[in-house]
C-alpha cells in the first residue's frame, strides 16, 4: 500500500469512525502533528494476548527510527517486524478501550508491517482493558496501560497487553 493511500485512509477516519481497518473498534481519532513514537519506544513484556498466544509472556523491543519507521523485535525468537508508515493519532479511544471515557485524549501510534498488518499502539490510564467492540476473543488487560493491536483487513484484530521493562 502506498503511503499517500495510508494516509488517505487515516485522514477518512480521523472525520468519523475508525473502525475494524485501524483499530479494530470504532474511535474518534486524528492524525497530529505531535510525534508520540518516544512514548512507545522501548522494551516490554507482553503479558497478555488475544489471537496471538505464541506473543504471549515474551519480551519485545519497539524501536523507531527515522523517516516513520519502527522495528519490533521478538527477543525469544528473534524475529522482526519491520513497520513503516508510522503516524501519531490523538483522540477518543472509547470503543477500543473499555477504561476510556468519550472525553479522553488518549495517544496512539498507527504503523504498516511489510504483510500489510496495521499496528496500533496505544497508551491509555493503568488498567486498561481492550474494549469488547468484538466478542469472539477475551479482552486483554494492561496494568501499564499500553496496549497495540495488529489488525488485517477481513480478519479478527489481536491484542497484546504490553508491560514495561527497566532499562
Given at each position: 500500500m502506498n503511503e499517500n493511500l495510508l494516509v488517505k485512509l487515516l485522514q477518512?477516519?480521523?472525520t468519523g469512525c475508525a473502525c475494524t481497518l485501524l483499530l479494530g473498534g470504532c474511535s474518534t481519532a486524528q492524525?497530529?502533528?505531535?510525534d508520540y513514537s518516544a512514548e512507545f519506544q522501548g522494551?516490554?513484556?507482553?503479558?497478555?494476548?488475544?489471537?496471538?498466544d505464541a506473543m504471549k509472556n515474551k519480551t519485545i523491543e519497539v524501536t523507531?527510527?527515522?523517516?516513520?519507521?519502527?522495528?519490533?523485535v521478538v527477543e525469544e525468537s528473534h524475529r522482526v517486524?519491520?513497520?513503516?508508515?508510522?503516524?501519531?493519532?490523538?483522540?477518543?479511544?472509547?470503543?477500543s478501550l473499555a477504561n476510556a471515557t468519550s472525553d479522553s485524549i488518549i495517544h496512539a501510534v498507527a504503523c504498516l508491517d511489510e504483510d500489510d498488518r496495521y499496528w496500533s499502539f496505544m497508551h491509555g490510564?493503568?488498567?486498561?482493558?481492550?474494549?469488547?467492540?468484538?466478542?469472539?476473543f477475551r479482552c486483554v488487560t494492561s496494568q501499564s496501560g499500553y496496549l497495540?493491536?495488529?489488525?488485517?483487513?477481513?480478519?479478527y484484530p489481536s491484542d497484546l497487553a504490553l508491560e514495561p521493562l527497566p532499562k
Open positions: 477518512a477516519f480521523t492524525i497530529v502533528s505531535d522494551r516490554y513484556v507482553v503479558s497478555d494476548a488475544t489471537g496471538d523507531f527510527g527515522k523517516g516513520r519507521t519502527a522495528t519490533v517486524f519491520r513497520l513503516d508508515m508510522c503516524r501519531s493519532l490523538a483522540g477518543s479511544f472509547a470503543n490510564r493503568p488498567g486498561a482493558k481492550t474494549s469488547a467492540g468484538y466478542t469472539l497495540v493491536r495488529r489488525s488485517m483487513r477481513d480478519r
